[in-house]
């Protein structure tokens, strides 16, 4: 960067399954012959996943408020005079961590594109979901698609650069920090079935001023523990906090959601297909109730009681 500028750094961790995809797809082998078309996330040379750079700063500025043109420049340019930069730089986060015995689906399986790398090893898993049918809410027949997700419990090393232009730059980077950190925020797909939380961590800010001094050399001044200071410092209304709740639900009898990227894919006896129940990553092989199959069951239910409240749909 030119000029005098602070290196922010900030170790997120991922709380929900979390996909920032790219729009590619890859064929993937499954358990036997079967082979499982999925689609991509954002990825670094070795397949490992990253958070794109402008996924972090699409969802940071989504948060800015006002302080959203001078963190990270007008969202639209609407003359040739308008158009001016941010004073924040922000850098493709790489995986910094993985849970360990990470598990789950093709989790003992090779990346895409000729990597020696498992997908449990970098953190992710397959997740196998329904279309849903927009017309009636209820999941299409025979329409399943794959995803590779990003495990809970893998961290990322965020990464920011703040030029030294505004008086109020350092001020406003530190309320989003505290957001992050107090509040977490969200990327990806699949946001209304609460994927893609992250969260940062205070302890794990570094924060580092760069500027040449007058002989030309490069000066660094170690600036964290004041930074982590002020961002602690920052109030933060937590989001939603009135309109949240926390079920505890039970099976009344059996119960099996299937894991359907691996369902199939072999025989048990007497040529039954084997059926595969969709797992927590990294748990134990416990079963794992997704919030895509919890909203999908919730809106068919709500789906039906419209229906009853309208005596023209009544059986």
């Known amino acids: 960067m030119i000029g005098p500028w602070t290196e922010i750094k900030l170790t997120v961790t991922v709380l929900a399954p979390l996909h920032v995809g790219t729009g590619g797809a890859s064929r993937i082998n499954g358990v036997g012959k079967e082979e499982t078309e999925v689609a991509l996330v954002a990825h670094d040379l070795s397949g490992r996943p990253i958070l794109p750079a402008s996924s972090i700063k699409g969802a940071l500025r989504a948060q800015a408020g006002g302080d959203a043109d001078t963190l990270f420049g007008p969202a639209t340019i609407t003359a040739e005079t308008v158009g001016k930069a941010g004073i924040v730089t922000i850098w493709n986060a790489m995986l910094q961590s993985v849970p360990p015995h990470l598990a789950g689906s093709h989790a003992d399986k090779n990346l895409?594109?000729?990597?020696?790398?498992?997908?449990?090893?970098?953190?992710?898993?397959?997740?196998?979901?329904?279309?849903?049918?927009?017309?009636?809410?209820?999941?299409?027949?025979?329409?399943?698609?794959?995803?590779?997700?990003?495990?809970?419990?893998?961290?990322?090393?965020?990464?920011?650069?703040?030029?030294?232009k505004q008086e109020n730059g350092i001020e406003a980077l530190q309320k989003l920090l505290a957001l992050i950190c107090k509040d977490g925020v969200t990327l990806g797909g699949g946001s209304g079935y609460g994927q893609g939380r992250l969260e940062g961590d205070i302890r794990t800010i570094e924060v580092s001023h760069h500027k040449l001094d007058a002989d030309g050399e490069l000066a660094t001044n170690d600036m964290s523990s004041a930074w982590r200071a002020a961002v602690e410092a920052v109030n933060i209304a937590i989001a939603g906090g009135a309109h949240t709740a926390t079920l505890s639900l039970k099976c009344l009898g059996p119960y099996i959601s299937l894991d359907s990227s691996l369902s199939g894919s072999g025989k048990q006896k007497d040529d039954?297909?084997?059926?595969?129940?969709?797992?927590?990553?990294?748990?134990n092989n416990k079963a794992r109730l997704s919030g895509a199959s919890l909203h999908g069951a919730l809106r068919a239910r709500a789906v039906w009681l419209a229906r009853l409240e309208n005596n023209a749909h009544r059986d």
């Open 112 to 164: 895409p594109n000729g990597s020696n790398v498992t997908h449990g090893k970098a953190g992710m898993f397959i997740e196998a979901r329904t279309a849903i049918e927009p017309g009636l809410g209820v999941a299409f027949e025979n329409r399943l698609f794959h995803q590779q997700m990003v495990a809970p419990g893998c961290t990322f090393r965020l990464r920011f650069g703040l030029l030294d």
């Open 272 to 283: 039954v297909p084997a059926l595969q129940p969709l797992k927590l990553p990294g748990e």
